[in-house]
């Protein structure tokens, strides 16, 4: 009567946080979320603003003219960015943030009824993207990230598992880890995609969350057979709202758009107009990146303090944390759940052997005293 697939599907992180969450304060505790990745950023105003401005008084169904605004705005911040010379029509579609490529890049490249049905995730990395490889029938191929980079090195992967991939996902600035691959390895990258057939899918949500020098993307090192997705998420203060965008290709994106015109998904006049204005502004993601930087090094700092070891990495707002022994990565974070402090286990990224080890905390507070003064009890316990 139903999809067994479902039952290969464990829950989803976030959803074992809310249960943890509610446990704690049934239980009176004070809790500390450090486990989502939705920190207390202001929208975007000229974006908040255009939103407002563009609430109709019938609501009807998404029209062509915000959206032709929204994409000719994401396709210069990709040129303004990377460099990239996309026509906005042909070879840029806008989505509902970046989770939903999650669910359609491996339905788009993927035959169910090829031995070539591999999709490629590179683990700890996001949950969604493992998840979208097993809802769309693919085989779901774990690459493990191993310490101290946790960067893919797919030129080292056996003849036999790249014959058997039809989609390759890569995460720079990587969520769990905030490690960032650099030109040469992205370009080494999609050389060997490009000469295996292998669609390259770059999820490049946290390109605005970086110290020092930006990030390199995709679509610096390769013009064919690749996928960047971005988002206004972290971009913008846009989580709520759901604005991102997929490009590259004008034959890969065409594709893209046939898949999802299929069940009809937009985003809404209200979220494209906002949209314009926040691809259009490098000013306000200059200015929350000083802000989660902050966030980020104070968190970093209680940590070490407590004599914690935590990843180096300067990149998004998270950090990967080891757990204390005799713990592993998902029994310290439910201990630390039963003290009200929540936290990302690396289990629940499909982190293999030492990575699961390890936790993820997003450094989402601008006071981590109470939060470490919790930790240090767990630790001393």
């Known amino acids: 009567m139903f999809n067994p697939i479902l039952e290969r599907l464990d829950p989803y992180p976030t959803s074992t946080l809310q249960l943890w969450r509610e446990e704690a304060r049934a239980r009176g505790l004070t809790v500390w979320d450090l486990g989502v990745g ?89 949950a969604a993207a493992l998840r ?18 946790f960067t893919p090195r797919v030129w080292e992967l056996p003849e036999a598992v ?29 050389a060997v995609c490009g000469e295996r057939g292998i669609l390259l899918a770059s999820d490049e949500l946290y390109a605005d969350l970086y110290q020092g020098e930006p990030p390199a993307g995709v679509l610096e090192v390769a013009e064919r057979g690749v996928l960047a997705v971005h988002s206004l998420s972290k971009r913008a203060g846009f989580t709520a ?56 090094a104070a968190l970093q700092e209680g940590l070490e303090a407590l004599g914690l070891e935590v990843l180096r990495t300067g990149a998004t707002f998270y950090l990967w944390v080891r757990a204390p022994a005799p713990h592993d990565g998902l029994s310290w974070a439910r201990a630390l759940a039963a003290r009200g402090v929540l936290v990302q286990a690396g ?15 997003a450094a989402v507070l601008e006071d981590y005293q109470q939060a470490l003064a919790v930790i240090q009890g767990e630790l001393e316990a």
């Open 241 to 296: 709202l759901g604005a991102g965008c997929v490009a590259g290709a004008a034959e890969v994106i065409a594709r893209y758009r046939k898949l999802r015109d299929a069940y009809g998904a937009a985003p809404s006049d209200m979220v494209n107009a906002a949209a314009a204005v926040a691809w259009a502004d490098d000013a306000h993601p200059a200015e929350a990146r000083q802000v989660h930087a902050r966030r980020r």
């Open 38 to 126: 939705d920190p207390p950023t202001l929208l975007h105003p000229g974006a908040r603003a255009a939103f407002l401005d563009a609430v109709p008084t019938a609501a009807s169904y998404p029209r062509q003219g915000p959206a032709v605004a929204a994409r000719a705005a994401a396709a210069g911040f990709l040129r303004r960015r990377y460099g990239a010379q996309l026509d906005p029509e042909a070879q840029v579609v806008l989505t509902t943030g970046s989770k939903e490529a999650s669910v359609l890049v491996p339905l788009l490249a993927v035959d169910r009824d090829s031995p070539r049905r591999g999709v490629l995730v590179p683990v700890p990395g996001y």
């Open 162 to 190: 790249l014959s058997r991939a039809a989609v390759l996902w890569i995460n720079s600035p990587h969520n769990p880890t905030g490690a960032v691959m650099s030109r040469e390895d992205l370009a080494r990258t999609a």
């Open 347 to 361: 289990a629940w990224f499909g982190a293999l052997g030492e990575a699961r080890r390890w936790v993820r905390f």
């Open 132 to 149: 979208g490889a097993v809802l769309a029938g693919a085989e779901l191929i774990p690459v493990p990230l191993q310490p101290p980079h």
